[in-house]
């Protein structure tokens, strides 16, 4: 089986919340894609409930691309400890962490029901699992310990 960068990371060496850059592949023409790991819980210590992550994603799905261009996809992790984001070119970690940083605190903040995209039956393949309240903590939580700029040591925290 092909061997997959995400399982040699020692999971129980990192220090989360934090922004690590996976990969950059080139593509035939030259393209830079950008793999970006945002771990915001500490693996194996605790994981974000499937209804809040659902809604973190929703909204971070919008509010990211405010905040940085060239996203391709961000996707939650099956851990459910962070998100995958993927990226056109090569933004800097410290521009993905000012991202994050300000998406996350709308979420904290301001977000209201009205502000979290695709929560119907039409856009959504489980809309009825969503929860705004969980997504909120979670956002103050990560915030309040705030995101490395590097997996293993805290920096610019
Ligand atoms: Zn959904």
Redesign the pocket.
Known sequence: MAEVESFALDHTAVQAPYVRRIAVEHGPKGDAISNFDLRFVQPNEGEIATAGL?TI??LLASLLRDHLDGIIDVSPFGCRTGFHLITWGEPSVADVVAAVRASLAFIADKATWADVP?VDAIS????RDHSLHSAREWSTLILSQGISLDPFERVGV
Do not use: A
């Open positions: 659902h994603e929703h695709g959504c393949g489980n809309y």
